[in-house]
């Protein structure tokens, strides 16, 4: 892993900083990275995870095959260098204690990947390119989230969003995948190092960030 210019002709720090923007990854005074695990897991669920990702004997206690390979595939395209941090066995093992719902939601944001991978491509999304999962990815964060925020320009009326029920769209997925891979990958060392974290502080945002307030 570097800072240098990729492929692309972007540098990893700006593809991450792009990446965490919506994930509320400021982490003022936070023990670990506990403010970045999807679920607020507790300081001994984040430890015991990452106790496990390590493990010479590991195997996953809640992912099937198949969908550890798609988060695997997931976890190179979102955060390059994440895989070699043991991000997919972090996730698998802080889901496999987390809640009905919050497992539900991430089976569910997978499948919608699997989808749009199916109907674009004629294949499952571990199976497709580098190149084609850029693709879906890419789609899906440029979509609509299911939720409409309130509008307020200074010299108006605030906009209240039209009452609708609520629904689930792949932006909504992406973001749920996204923030689950991001937290993992700075839960472990690798990713608490690039951080420049020496294990006894702590940044209020990142390093070589020009974001004022840090990330939201």
Same mark, same amino acid.
């Given at each position: 892993?570097?800072?240098?210019?990729?492929? =692309? =002709?972007?540098?990893?720090?700006?593809?991450?900083q792009? &990446? &965490?923007?919506?994930?509320? !990854?400021?982490?003022?005074g936070?023990? #670990?990275?506990?403010?970045?695990?999807? !679920?607020?897991?507790?300081?001994?669920?984040?430890?015991?995870?990452?106790?496990?990702?390590?493990?010479?004997?590991?195997?996953?206690?809640?992912?099937?095959?198949?969908?550890?390979?798609?988060?695997?595939?997931?976890?190179? #395209?979102?955060?390059? $260098?994440?895989?070699?941090?043991?991000?997919?066995?972090?996730?698998?093992?802080?889901?496999?204690?987390?809640?009905?719902?919050?497992?539900?939601?991430?089976?569910?944001?997978? =499948?919608?990947?699997?989808?749009?991978?199916r &109907?674009?491509? =004629?294949?499952?999304?571990?199976? &497709?390119?580098?190149?084609?999962?850029?693709?879906?990815?890419?789609?899906?964060?440029?979509?609509?989230?299911? #939720?409409?925020?309130?509008v307020?320009?200074? $010299?108006?009326?605030? #906009?209240?969003?039209?009452?609708?029920?609520?629904?689930?769209t792949?932006?909504?997925?992406?973001?749920?995948?996204?923030?689950?891979?991001? +937290?993992?990958?700075?839960?472990?060392?690798?990713?608490?190092?690039?951080?420049?974290?020496? +294990?006894?502080?702590?940044?209020? $945002?990142?390093?070589?960030?020009?974001?004022?307030?840090?990330?939201?």
């Amino acid at each position: 892993m570097n800072d240098g210019p990729e492929a =692309g =002709g972007v540098g990893r720090r700006q593809v991450l900083q792009g &990446l &965490l923007a919506g994930v509320g !990854a400021a982490i003022p005074g936070a023990t #670990r990275a506990q403010a970045m695990t999807p !679920a607020a897991a507790s300081p001994a669920a984040v430890q015991a995870a990452a106790a496990k990702a390590k493990a010479a004997d590991w195997k996953p206690e809640f992912l099937d095959a198949h969908q550890l390979a798609t988060v695997q595939s997931l976890c190179e #395209r979102i955060v390059p $260098g994440s895989l070699a941090a043991r991000s997919d066995r972090f996730i698998d093992a802080l889901l496999a204690v987390d809640t009905r719902d919050s497992k539900q939601r991430f089976v569910s944001a997978l =499948g919608a990947m699997e989808a749009d991978a199916r &109907l674009r491509f =004629g294949k499952v999304f571990k199976s &497709l390119s580098e190149a084609q999962q850029n693709e879906i990815l890419s789609a899906a964060s440029a979509g609509k989230p299911g #939720r409409e925020d309130w509008v307020w320009t200074p $010299g108006t009326i605030v #906009r209240q969003p039209e009452p609708a029920p609520p629904k689930t769209t792949t932006r909504d997925h992406f973001d749920n995948l996204k923030q689950w891979i991001v +937290g993992a990958y700075y839960s472990s060392e690798a990713g608490m190092k690039e951080l420049g974290s020496t +294990g006894q502080m702590f940044f209020g $945002g990142f390093p070589d960030c020009d974001h004022e307030g840090g990330h939201s």
